[in-house]
T-cell receptor, first 115, second 115 residues
Framework: AQKITQTQPGMFVQEKEAVTLDCTYDTSDPSYGLFWYKQPSSGEMIFLIYQGSYDQQNATEGRYSLNFQKARKSANLVISASQLGDSAMYFCAMRVTNTGNQFYFGTGTSLTVIP | DTEVTQTPKHLVMGMTNKKSLKCEQHMGHRAMYWYKQKAKKPPELMFVYSYEKLSINESVPSRFSPECPNSSLLNLHLHALQPEDSALYLC??????????????FGPGTRLTVL
């Protein structure tokens, strides 16, 4: 069975500080992809960053980086220099080859950036 | 054009009404998805179309009827809905359904209220 776990229902961070959002996953398939999405209150899901199970290096996209620890099955999102516009819901998701490439979403973390 | 559009943005309907949600993308993607999302919950997969054919139906009640007229369009026909069907309905697309590095691009969603 495939599973994504986000244990932080809500997080607060001071503006300009860095924050780490936790994500752990479980799959027996060696081929999988991990994604992070941001969902502001407007509702649209915005793709942030991707990490493949065979990627040797941690993914980075601007202020977003993914701390991928394969042995621990964790894929934490690090947001550097937080901005007020980063306040949103963040979802970790996994796509597994052997399950028809369905997306499995975590329960999400609500991030609030404090001025 | 890297956009998925959805219409309408908001919809209020009675339990006896028939309405349709529309989704469109012009990225040449061959996979399209419908999700249902309740407040503060992750999206739940409803349907997947791959190359204009229905490939996944996650045991969705028949009052929801998907349709894919061509590779750019995806409709969701609604009939005899229940108040508990009120939710944000998200459409997404991806290049294909195969391969783990296939991020889904989401539309802004339709907020549906069933009275």
């Amino acid at each position: 069975a495939q599973k994504i776990t986000q244990t932080q229902p809500g997080m607060f961070v001071q503006e300009k500080e860095a924050v780490t959002l936790d994500c752990t996953y479980d799959t027996s398939d060696p081929s999988y992809g991990l994604f992070w999405y941001k969902q502001p209150s407007s509702g649209e899901m915005i793709f942030l960053i991707y990490q493949g199970s065979y990627d040797q290096q941690n993914a980075t996209e601007g202020r977003y980086s993914l701390n991928f620890q394969k042995a621990r099955k964790s894929a934490n999102l690090v947001i550097s220099a937080s901005q007020l516009g980063d306040s949103a819901m963040y979802f970790c998701a996994m796509r597994v080859t052997n399950t028809g490439n369905q997306f499995y979403f975590g329960t999400g973390t609500s991030l609030t950036v404090i001025p | 054009d890297t956009e998925v559009t959805q219409t309408p943005k908001h919809l209020v309907m009675g339990m006896t009404n028939k309405k349709s949600l529309k989704c469109e993308q012009h990225m040449g993607h061959r996979a399209m998805y419908w999700y249902k999302q309740k407040a503060k919950k992750p999206p739940e997969l409803m349907f997947v179309y791959s190359y204009e054919k229905l490939s996944i139906n996650e045991s969705v009640p028949s009052r929801f009827s998907p349709e894919c007229p061509n590779s750019s369009l995806l409709n969701l026909h609604l009939h005899a809905l229940q108040p508990e069907d009120s939710a944000l309905y998200l459409c997404a697309s991806s290049p294909t359904t195969s391969g783990t590095h296939n991020e889904q691009f989401f539309g802004p969603g339709t907020r549906l209220t069933v009275l």
